[in-house]
């Protein structure tokens, strides 16, 4: 929402979920001895897969300028070969039964991925409302040269607003992981 809110388009999503799976699955296998952290630590992968890749996009998109759609098909494209190789083509089981408990779990009969849903829904509203983050988000997208003459750091937004976007991509990548109990590149 908020890259479609400062005028850009993110066609990594599908990629970054990709690969942001693969990743928590595999350190999902790594750390499956572990107790809770082994649950954790695989979901903080997969967020850190989208933070980079988020990361990556912002940059190409604001300091180089190159357009969004571009960035983000070839980053697609990019997450999707990585994960091919990286499989070998073949789906990665999850052998973590704790990490693969994240997405089947229910908290006061509501399934944990609703309330996941539902905080982020709720976060994503008050950001993009109550704060400076969404504020610059809608200013930008308005008219990026008046913006920047109002003193907002465009380039310093644009990166953050693809971090974000890019946070929550690996987020999805580790739960839909969790949820089918594996990793594949499709």
């Not at 350190?27 to 107790?35: E, H, L, P, S, W």
């Not at 098909?73 to 999850?94: D, E, F, K, Q, Y």
């Not at 997405?103 to 905080?119: G, Q, R, Y």
């Amino acid at each position: 929402t908020f890259i479609i809110l400062m005028g850009s388009i993110d066609l990594s999503i599908d990629g970054v979920v990709t690969l942001a799976g693969i990743a928590s699955v595999l350190t999902a296998n790594a750390t499956r001895d572990m107790g809770f952290p082994g649950v954790i630590i695989p979901v903080l992968a997969g967020m850190g897969t989208g933070l980079l890749v988020g990361l990556i996009n912002g940059i190409l998109q604001a300091r180089l300028r190159l357009p969004s759609f571009l960035v983000t098909l070839g980053m697609s494209t990019i997450c999707s070969g990585v994960g091919l190789i990286t499989t070998n083509g073949t789906a990665l089981r999850a052998l973590n039964n704790g990490y693969k408990q994240i997405a089947t779990t229910t908290v006061w009969l509501f399934p944990v991925l609703w309330l996941i849903a539902a905080a982020f829904f709720i976060v994503g509203f008050l950001l993009s409302r109550r704060t400076l983050f969404g504020r610059y988000s809608y200013a930008i997208g308005g008219g990026e040269r008046v913006a920047e003459l109002c003193g907002i750091p465009i380039v310093k937004y644009k990166i953050l607003i693809f971090v974000f976007a890019g946070i929550l991509s690996g987020l999805a990548g580790a739960l839909t992981s969790s949820r089918l109990g594996a990793a594949t590149n499709i």
